[in-house]
Protein backbone atom coordinates (compact mmCIF):
# COMPACT_ATOMS: atom_id res chain seq x y z
CA UNK A 1 0.00 0.00 0.00
CA UNK A 2 2.61 2.55 0.66
CA UNK A 3 4.43 2.23 -2.49
CA UNK A 4 1.06 2.56 -4.43
CA UNK A 5 -0.61 5.36 -1.99
CA UNK A 6 1.35 8.68 -1.07
CA UNK A 7 2.32 9.82 1.74
CA UNK A 8 0.79 12.60 1.98
CA UNK A 9 -2.85 10.29 1.89
CA UNK A 10 -1.44 8.25 4.43
CA UNK A 11 -1.33 11.02 6.81
CA UNK A 12 -4.48 12.67 5.54
CA UNK A 13 -6.31 9.34 6.22
CA UNK A 14 -4.16 9.27 10.34
CA UNK A 15 -5.88 13.24 10.42
CA UNK A 16 -9.42 11.71 9.57
CA UNK A 17 -9.15 8.86 12.49
CA UNK A 18 -7.94 11.43 15.11
CA UNK A 19 -10.98 13.33 14.15
CA UNK A 20 -13.64 10.98 14.81
CA UNK A 21 -12.34 10.64 18.34
CA UNK A 22 -14.64 13.65 19.29
CA UNK A 23 -18.75 12.76 18.18
CA UNK A 24 -19.54 16.44 17.91
CA UNK A 25 -16.24 16.15 15.10
CA UNK A 26 -17.64 13.33 13.16
CA UNK A 27 -18.99 15.66 10.08
CA UNK A 28 -15.80 17.32 9.90
CA UNK A 29 -13.93 14.26 9.34
CA UNK A 30 -16.12 12.73 7.00
CA UNK A 31 -15.57 16.30 4.84
CA UNK A 32 -11.89 15.48 5.41
CA UNK A 33 -12.43 12.02 4.54
CA UNK A 34 -14.27 12.37 1.41
CA UNK A 35 -11.24 14.76 0.36
CA UNK A 36 -9.03 11.95 0.92
CA UNK A 37 -11.34 9.35 -0.96
CA UNK A 38 -10.95 11.49 -3.92
CA UNK A 39 -7.54 11.48 -4.21
CA UNK A 40 -7.48 7.88 -3.76
CA UNK A 41 -9.84 6.97 -6.06
CA UNK A 42 -7.19 8.75 -8.61
CA UNK A 43 -4.41 6.94 -7.03
CA UNK A 44 -5.54 3.40 -6.53
CA UNK A 45 -9.53 2.70 -6.99
CA UNK A 46 -9.03 -0.26 -4.91
CA UNK A 47 -7.23 1.01 -2.18
CA UNK A 48 -9.78 4.09 -2.03
CA UNK A 49 -13.02 0.82 -1.94
CA UNK A 50 -10.65 -0.62 0.96
CA UNK A 51 -10.76 2.77 2.76
CA UNK A 52 -14.15 3.79 2.61
CA UNK A 53 -15.62 0.13 3.49
CA UNK A 54 -13.03 0.27 6.80
CA UNK A 55 -13.89 4.26 7.00
CA UNK A 56 -17.89 3.05 8.02
CA UNK A 57 -16.51 0.31 10.28
CA UNK A 58 -14.78 2.88 11.97
CA UNK A 59 -17.52 5.91 12.48
CA UNK A 60 -20.06 2.68 12.98
CA UNK A 61 -17.49 1.73 15.92
CA UNK A 62 -16.79 4.94 17.57
CA UNK A 63 -20.55 5.33 17.71
CA UNK A 64 -20.98 2.17 19.45
CA UNK A 65 -18.40 2.89 21.48
CA UNK A 66 -19.73 6.16 22.55
CA UNK A 67 -23.56 4.83 23.29
CA UNK A 68 -21.92 2.05 25.41
CA UNK A 69 -19.91 5.21 27.63
CA UNK A 70 -23.23 6.70 27.95
CA UNK A 71 -24.92 4.04 28.67
CA UNK A 72 -22.37 2.93 31.59
CA UNK A 73 -21.79 6.90 32.86
CA UNK A 74 -25.81 6.42 33.13
CA UNK A 75 -25.69 2.97 35.07
CA UNK A 76 -22.93 4.76 37.43
CA UNK A 77 -25.22 7.69 38.28
CA UNK A 78 -27.82 4.95 38.93
CA UNK A 79 -25.28 2.96 41.25
CA UNK A 80 -24.58 5.95 43.21
CA UNK A 81 -28.13 7.35 43.84
CA UNK A 82 -29.01 3.80 44.96
CA UNK A 83 -26.46 3.10 46.96
CA UNK A 84 -27.20 7.05 48.70
CA UNK A 85 -31.08 5.95 49.20
CA UNK A 86 -30.13 3.11 50.69
CA UNK A 87 -27.92 4.29 53.12
CA UNK A 88 -30.69 7.08 53.87
CA UNK A 89 -33.38 4.03 54.15
CA UNK A 90 -30.91 2.63 56.49
CA UNK A 91 -30.25 6.13 58.69
CA UNK A 92 -34.04 6.39 58.99
CA UNK A 93 -34.64 2.72 59.89
CA UNK A 94 -31.66 3.09 62.54
CA UNK A 95 -33.41 6.57 63.83
CA UNK A 96 -37.24 4.79 64.06
CA UNK A 97 -35.98 1.92 66.08
CA UNK A 98 -34.32 4.21 68.49
CA UNK A 99 -37.21 6.39 69.34
CA UNK A 100 -39.30 3.44 69.94
Do not use: G, P
Not at 31 to 48: P, Y
Request: charged share 20%.
Amino acid sequence: MASTVSRNSMTSLQDCIDLTSDLSRHDEATEAFLKLVNTLDVENSAVAELVNILWNELLSAQRSATVWEQVCTIERELTDRLTLSNFQLQQNYLRLVQEQ
